[in-house]
């Protein structure tokens, strides 16, 4: 069997000799044999090994790639196949998520105003959306006084007198747009204040404050909160959503998002390239372990 020497190893993928050393001493190569002087004997084997790790690196990330090598080299090559499983699950739910993104986000563009997709346009009408929820159920004005109310524990009369104050200050704005309050946002996606602050407090919304210290959320943030109950209904952390919806938000809004959600594409497409890669270069060192002498790549 041909014998190697740490450079020829490292000189393959542009490494230096001490981390090849580094990735033996961790588990990664199988342990080197050894001449009576100390120095270090790789073979065809532990060119292979060094090929699937790095190939694993690309794919799954450094730490799950160390995790595979080790379980191989404990002889558990179920739990090396359940690591990768993981990761191909992973991927699975990215792209779920990436459609999902998509689909929140034509439908968002598509009731936005006329002419406007870029998430700026007027909110849809309230009752249109309340309209929508299960059952056909329509809010009264009652409702959403109490839902107003419910955002700092104050009386329904109080909500009614904070509304008259603000229908004053949205004079000179047009009649088509104001922002929600926490309780009509919560009526329009049908869930509690209560969850719309913790959403806030997740860093998923980030909606402004009127004088008196009442949220105010605009379209942006209406946006936003529509995409993060979809990817909730989808079973997302909220830490996962919080990381998309900055996206959205950093996007510009729902217009700028397209090239993004590309790009996201794209960059998925090459992470299931590179699984595929991973798999045949571990597939060869398994190979080679077995035989002395990897196949043919």
Do not use: K
């Amino acid at each position: 069997m041909m014998q190697l020497r740490p450079s020829d190893l490292a000189r393959e993928h542009g490494l230096s000799t001490q981390a090849v050393r580094n990735y033996e001493r961790d588990g990664c190569l199988p342990p080197a044999e050894r001449t009576r002087s100390g120095y270090r004997v790789y073979t065809e084997v532990h060119a292979a090994a060094l090929r699937a790790f790095l190939a694993l690196v690309r794919a799954y990330g450094h730490a799950t790639a160390v995790e595979v090598m080790h379980a191989v080299h404990d002889d558990d090559l179920d739990a090396a196949l359940m690591i990768i499983d993981r990761g191909h699950e992973q991927l699975l739910r990215d792209r779920s998520t990436l459609e999902s993104v998509r689909a929140a986000v034509d439908r968002l563009t598509a009731e936005t105003a006329p002419g406007r997709a870029d998430g700026t346009g007027p909110v849809p009408d309230r009752t249109d959306s309340r309209a929508r929820r299960a059952g056909g159920f329509t809010a009264s004005r009652a409702d959403l006084r109490a839902g107003r109310a419910s955002e700092a524990g104050a009386d329904p009369a109080r909500a009614e007198s904070r509304s008259s104050r603000g229908a004053s200050e949205a004079s000179g704005r047009s009649a088509q747009w104001a922002p929600f309050s926490i309780g009509e946002l919560a009526h329009r996606l049908n869930v509690t204040p209560a969850t719309l602050r913790n959403w806030e407090d997740a860093g998923v919304l980030a909606p402004e404050r009127d004088r008196a210290g009442y949220r105010r959320f605009d379209a942006g943030d209406v946006r936003d909160a529509e995409l993060a109950h979809l990817l909730r209904r989808g079973g997302y952390p909220l830490e996962h959503i919080a990381t998309v919806v900055r996206q959205v938000r950093g996007a510009g809004g729902t217009a700028a998002l397209s090239q993004a959600l590309e790009d996201w594409r794209r960059r998925l497409t090459r992470q299931g390239l590179a699984m595929l890669d991973a798999a045949a270069a571990l597939s060869r060192y398994l190979h080679a372990s077995e035989t002395g002498s990897p196949r043919d790549r």
